[in-house]
């Protein structure tokens, strides 16, 4: 299958069977979600959405979180993965927030990776969740479902992964690509056993052709080996009649 056609029918599908596709990280405007997105690296979405409603009533706007110290802010998030570096990003991430954009989020990627705790994947997020804009946040599931399907080639890194995607998805999907690919590795597409029985992908899928083809030769090895000890069983059967019939009794 071309690499053309395999886009074609991902994107048909999901644009057909989910395409109101959103993040499940709960926020009210961009700041919450930058908030949000900074909280929930290596960590779940569901731990975060547990965690933010009381940190978001104590610090409701970037002006009140940048005056807070890191040890204030990690008595509220001391549940996630790595909270004591997360509390020294989030103060940072609002001091800059506050000094330089006047409160406002930025749209450019550039702009928000200057923030502490914003690399580029977090940058991504914001720029295609808020703004809609053509960028692609590669994370552990964006970047196993499109190496398990196919919509990538050899991609080793996530800044390969995301060339290849935005250079074959259509423009105007890219932003809402992200959580089709995010929402698919997380419910369907898992790390381990993969749920190839229920997906939808099959008939582009790499991985799924593979593994049946894998299974196949399993099945056609064991089929084999069985046919050859059947042979020797009865070669063996034949001799031991033979030697039967040679055998005189005293």
């Not at 929402?183 to 369907?188: A, D, N």
Request: with cysteine.
């Amino acid at each position: 299958m071309l690499i053309k056609d395999r886009y074609k029918t991902f994107v048909e599908y999901f644009s057909t069977h989910q395409p109101e596709a959103e993040t499940e990280l709960h926020y009210e405007n961009p700041y919450q979600l930058l908030v949000a997105v900074i909280l929930s690296a290596q960590c779940t979405d569901k731990r975060i959405n547990q965690v933010t409603p009381r940190l978001f009533e104590k610090y409701p706007d970037p002006k009140g979180l940048s005056e807070a110290t890191p040890e204030e802010v990690f008595s509220y998030i001391r549940s996630v993965s790595y909270p004591n570096n997360k509390s020294k990003h989030l103060v940072g991430m609002a001091k800059k927030l506050v000094d330089e954009f006047n409160c406002i989020v930025p749209s450019d990627i550039e702009d928000l990776q200057k923030m502490p705790g914003v690399g580029r994947k977090t940058a991504n997020v914001i720029a295609s969740v808020i703004f809609n804009a053509p960028a692609m946040a590669v994370d552990t599931h964006v970047f196993r479902v499109s190496n398990r399907v196919g919509l990538t080639r050899n991609a080793k890194t996530p800044l390969a992964v995301e060339k290849q995607l935005v250079k074959y998805l259509p423009k105007e999907k890219i932003h809402i690509a992200h959580h089709w690919l995010i929402l698919h590795g997380r419910y369907v597409c898992v790390a381990r056993n993969p749920k190839c029985q229920t997906c939808p992908l099959t008939e582009i899928c790499k991985y799924y052709q593979h593994s049946q083809t894998q299974t196949e030769l399993i099945k056609a090895e064991k089929d084999q080996l069985k046919k050859a000890n059947e042979l020797k069983r009865k070669k063996l059967a034949v001799k031991t009649a033979k030697a039967l019939k040679k055998f005189k009794p005293f």
